[in-house]
């Protein structure tokens, strides 16, 4: 939000500076985004007034301007077509300097020098975004008489700050000049002065204009209507331009503009109609029927629906409520009598159909985060008090007012003593009711405690919490000083599951992965991508009411689908090889439809691809689980998961329990991730994990006595696993063996059909004696023999 400091001090007589006001109001809970200046280094540029307009006799698209600038007249060449003779403009003469480092000089053009130029709004430091769209290629034209050689910086009041601020979504009230008027009278101790509103002048009656309005929709709490006639429809005076302007908005019409700085002043949107243009005199709220379109403002035809609410006359939709108006009702030049509109409208249903049709616009902004009802009447009677102040039409006498559950103030119960206890600090009762007070909130001591009572635009402010909040904030956190603890004191650590997280993070990065974050919300379509059948449990997810969108829209099941994002990501950015790895949660629902909480459950994700293999990937799993003391892991051929490959795909298991899977992704899934090249991913229960992980590790002094090793080298069956023959090799080791190390498997010319050459080295040691061949022999034939029986492996010479 965007606040002029001159359109605050309107409310709060203020003489500090933009950097002090910036930081008190920064510590009082008012987040400061930065302090803008208007000026931009503009010198030199002062008022003048055409007095002659030629054309150039060289050059069919310039004009040579005799302008007055009050001491002198000047000779300027301009190529803008928007002036005529007794206009007054700001002219940037020789030496003036300009936004973005721009000096001005005399200049000749095509043989006609020319001492200065005229400026626009643009060269004047103003943003596309809020010029006036019929000056946004011209001269700005002044809209009347100033004595001439006045500094355009006097003028355009360009001699002051804007302050921007980020408002949180609890404080809606603050999304207005007199919101953030009355923060800063609170944190520095001043009166707020607001707007005492008085019509002057009412002919008439409303009846004589509008027959009714009806609200058939519980989305609309209040609607609040009153007609002026006898418009017309002009430019705005320059002060309310420049008000618009310096807040962000860029003027359109008088009366537009009158509601949208009403708008900006009290936070309540506001909607002109052309009274004219309303079908039957009737004003309906009410829910739009399916197929019912609508032109909006912006020239764009909308198609609503049931879920859409609307503004309404006898024949068809006039205004998406809370949104945007119809283009077939808006304030035109030939508009003549106005309806004007302040309404409270449903936060929820405005937010959902400005995303539906991607409308964002200060309206919905400030209706979705909830706005008081009883701001609708003192709005648009803002409005009128306005309109009447610059004389752009007549108010007629009366209102319509549909309000039928009217918000009233609620009181809450404050104890001093809690105030004290919670803050830390001895403030007095007097200080508590006056920092209450300055906030608007009218306090009453009785019985030792304070009866506070909640005015309706304080949404936030639900329970006695609340307001000791809001003394902290004004008598300044920074201001309350540091104290030890008082009583029992526990050691504060990390809980077991993170120090084991922590440090299978660490293991990981050691062996060479990047750890990476993905989003726990996924696209449905992800699914079928991987080739998850229809009847598989990872399908059983939770869909989301208010997703981002489609991308977005359901808590994911499973990591494998993020992770193959980002490895495809990478790889068709030219990244050749990658190893990454995430500990992130699935979302697993008890039921469906979701009636509680889902079972969170974390899982170890691990991908990569370039210059790998499955056993690559396996080596950095049984690199983590030895680091973490996990024991007896078994790896079990996959064939029946359509992600992996059948035959390069492995389930871990240890016991009874299911760890995870690891192993090659399915070429038919990695085309549907535009990868032209093996993937290796493993995803694994983080949970078991922590559940296995044994970190009581025993050392042991180095062994004495001398190993011995054998190698072996059989031909078995290609589907027999190497696990499984190792099983067999530790089981005849009898103690003896110290490690196992598979080394070779080899199929080709020499190796029957079907068949594989498998060779493991085989280290034997004893810790107690040195070792003889000949028992380390009667292991080996037992070995071979087992493996024989077992496998009909061979031994291969």
Known sequence: MLLPIKWLKDYVDLNEEPKVLADGLTLSGSHVESIISLNKGIEKVIVGKILKIEKHPDADKLLICNVDIGEKQLQIVTGATNLKINDYIPVAIVGAKLPNDISIDKTNFRGVD?????????????????????????IFILDKEYPLGTDIAQVLQLNDEVIEFEITPNRPDCLSVIGMARETAATFNKELKEPEIKIEKEVEDISNYIDSVEVKSSLCNRYYTRVVKDVEIKESPLWLQIRLMEAGVRPINNIVDITNFVMLEYGEPLHAFDLDKINGRKVIIREADNEEKIITIDEIKRNLD?????????????????????????????TKIVLLEGANFNGKSVRLTSKKFGL????????????????????????????ELIDAGTIVKGNIDVYKDVKEEKEIVLRPNKVNSLLGIELSIE???????????????????????????????????????????????????????????????????????????????????NEVMTYSFISPKVYDKIKVSDNSPLKKYIKLINPLGEDYSVMRTTLIPNMLDLLSRNYNRGVEICHVYEIGNIFVPKELPVKELPEEKKILSLGMYGKVDFYDLKEVVDKVFERLGIKDVEYIREEDNPTFHPGRTARLVIGDDVIGIIGEIHMDVTENYDIKERVYIGQLDFNKIVDLTNLNFKYKPLPKYPSMLRDIAVVIEKDILAGEMEKVIWNNGKGLIENIELFDIYTGDQIPEGMKSVAYSITYRSHERTLKDEEVNEIQQSIIKDLEDKFKAKLRS
Do not use: W
């Open 114 to 138: 020319s001492y200065g130029m005229l400026c626009s709004l643009k060269e004047l430091g103003y943003s596309d975004s809020v010029i006036p769209k019929e000056m946004r290629d011209g």
């Open 431 to 513: 200080d508590m009711i006056k920092y209450l007070e300055g906030l608007g909130l009218k306090s009453k001591l009785k019985d030792e405690v304070i009866n506070v009572t909640i005015p309706t635009f304080r949404l936030d402010l639900e329970r006695e919490v609340d307001l000791i909040e809001e003394i902290g904030r004004l008598y300044g956190f920074h201001n309350i000083p540091s104290k030890p603890l008082v009583g029992v004191l526990t050691r504060g650590e990390k809980p077991y599951g993170r120090i084991i997280e922590d440090k299978a993070k660490f293991i990981l990065q050691g062996l060479g992965l």
């Open 360 to 387: 964002r616009t200060e309206a919905s902004t400030r209706f979705e985060k909830g706005i008081d009802p009883n701001l609708c009447k003192t709005a648009v009677d803002r409005v009128c008090q306005l309109i």
């Open 306 to 334: 049931s879920s859409n609410l609307i503004i309404a006359d006898e024949k068809s939709p006039i205004a998406i409520a809370g949104v945007m108006g119809g283009f077939d009702t808006e304030v035109t030049r030939e």
